[in-house]
């Protein structure tokens, strides 16, 4: 294998793949990056068995072929050169790497112990890029403990011109609907977290407009088209909990709050709510939202933030964390609460935002 081409071209493409290496992997060959050329176009892939990335670039090349080096040297090669052209020689297990005066040797592993990433037969259906980034408002909702797997994904389901992401760990959920353009969809997977945090960094990276999805063939594994990037990732297998019954239907009480307010009241709330599970006591009055908050040890606090109330003066007790994350991802300057009862979950909206909504169950008061 022999190709040249720009240093500022192939960096950005290595640090991309490179963040999907296998991190102390017992099989050496998955802390490597597969660079393979062929037909003037250089192909590098890595994977760590749960996600792959493979990206492509335009490169002059020489002589067709493949190996494997270490991500880390690689990068941290590539990265230490100034602008100027690159030429990379593979022979038998040895990549050499010329640049000006500069000629360094990476030893290797043949390319035929890289793990193959699974792709799709199928052309897939396509998503603006926009609506996919919207996913990004709804993340912090997943499970991060392993123990409920299912938990750690982002249910993901299009049909009937609509696009939803829902993420839940049980205590709250997070709901994100976008309008899709006229068209067939019909597609649904339960997508680990970690899959959408690397699409949504590499998403920012890419100029493609559209997203293409598919699964592969034994339909275990999601594989998503970025114009020149694609990233395959597994599937979380089981049911994911039947979330439309968790939104609560009928609303007893409504308050319409400033979110950068009630954002640092309940922030003071949880300054004083650390030792006692993290509980901010919420009570509507009219005209205002009360914020309360105590630990033994440290005392108390209480505060009030203004805003528009209607319906039932209720007494409600929240985990000040699950409040936060609400609240901090919401992208709106006010926030609508509807409450249900003192013992259910709150809906909570950013208002004049259509399709996103985040439920937080209450905390019983002994």
């Excluded at 494997?68 to 593979?90: E, H």
């Excluded at 594994?221 to 597994?234: A, D, K, P």
């Excluded at 319409?256 to 949880?270: N, Q, S």
Aim: aromatic content about 6%; overall charge negative; proline content about 4%.
């Amino acid at each position: 294998m022999k190709f040249s081409c720009l240093q500022q071209d192939l960096l950005p493409v290595l640090q991309a793949v490179a963040r999907s290496v296998g991190v102390r992997s017992t099989l050496p060959v998955l802390d490597n990056i597969l660079l393979s050329v062929e037909n003037q176009k250089l192909k590098a892939a890595a994977t760590n068995l749960e996600i792959g990335v493979i990206k492509y670039l335009k490169v002059e090349a020489e002589t067709p072929g493949e190996i494997t080096v270490p991500a880390k040297t690689l990068v941290d090669l590539i990265s230490s050169l100034g602008q100027a052209k690159v030429s990379l020689i593979s022979e038998g297990g040895l990549l050499t790497v010329q640049s000006g005066k500069l000629k360094a040797s990476i030893n290797g592993i043949a390319a035929a112990e890289f793990p193959a990433i699974p792709l799709s037969d199928e052309s897939g259906i396509s998503f603006p890029k926009e609506a996919f980034l919207t996913s990004s408002q709804i993340l912090f909702a997943s499970a991060i403990d392993e123990g409920r797997p299912i938990l750690t994904g982002i249910l993901t389901e299009a049909s009937s011109g609509k696009l939803d992401f829902v993420a839940t760990d049980g205590f709250r959920l997070a709901h994100r609907q976008v309008e899709l353009p006229k068209g067939k969809y019909q597609f649904k997977s339960l997508i680990p977290r970690r899959t959408f945090e690397e699409l949504l960094r590499i998403m920012s990276e890419e100029e493609a407009e559209e997203v293409s999805i598919a699964t592969s063939q034994n339909q275990n594994q999601v594989v998503f088209n970025l114009g020149s990037t694609i990233v395959s990732s597994r599937l979380i297998e089981g049911q994911f909990p039947a979330w439309g019954k968790i939104i609560p239907e009928k609303i007893v009480a409504r308050a319409v709050v400033v979110k950068d307010e009630f954002l640092k009241g309940v922030k003071l709330a949880a300054i004083f709510a650390k030792n006692e599970a993290n509980v901010v006591v919420l009570t509507t009055k009219k005209g205002l939202l009360k914020l309360e908050s105590h630990a033994k040890e440290l005392g108390s606090q209480e505060n009030e933030v203004e805003g528009e109330m209607e319906g039932e003066e209720l007494t409600i007790a929240f985990n000040t964390k699950f409040l936060l994350d609400a609240i901090s991802n919401a992208p709106s300057s006010q926030i609508m609460m509807e409450f249900s009862g003192a013992l259910s979950a709150v809906l909570i909206k950013p208002v004049g935002v259509v399709g996103l909504e985040y439920i937080v169950m209450p905390v019983r008061l002994s």
